[in-house]
């Protein structure tokens, strides 16, 4: 599913329009980008948590030729199902 449709989704289920939810869905994902960039995590009970992870610089290979390389440091964002949602799948 992409943006799109879960934007068409959210929309038929609540019944607000598709701008409404699509403004709103900008909203929840630019708060939950600001949020981590400022290294706090987010908790959706039921759902999950995303946490802000550092990845440190490290050995990598290149895919294509097989050559190694030096893969720099960075941030990265971590997902921790909740247990609502395992459950939901399994």
């Known amino acids: 599913m992409n943006k799109a449709e879960l934007v068409a989704a959210v929309s038929e ?11 709103a869905l ?7 980008t600001s949020a981590l960039a400022e290294g706090q995590e987010v908790r959706l009970v039921g759902f999950g ?3 802000a ?4 610089a490290g050995p990598a290979r290149n895919p294509r030729t097989g050559e190694a390389v030096r893969r720099p440091a960075s941030r990265t964002v971590r997902f921790r199902a909740g247990e609502g949602l395992r459950r939901a799948l399994n």
């Open 13 to 23: 289920g609540s019944g607000l329009s598709t701008s409404q939810v699509r403004v």
């Open 26 to 32: 900008d909203s929840i994902l630019d708060t939950v």
């Open 49 to 51: 948590s995303f946490a």
């Open 53 to 56: 992870a550092f990845r440190p």
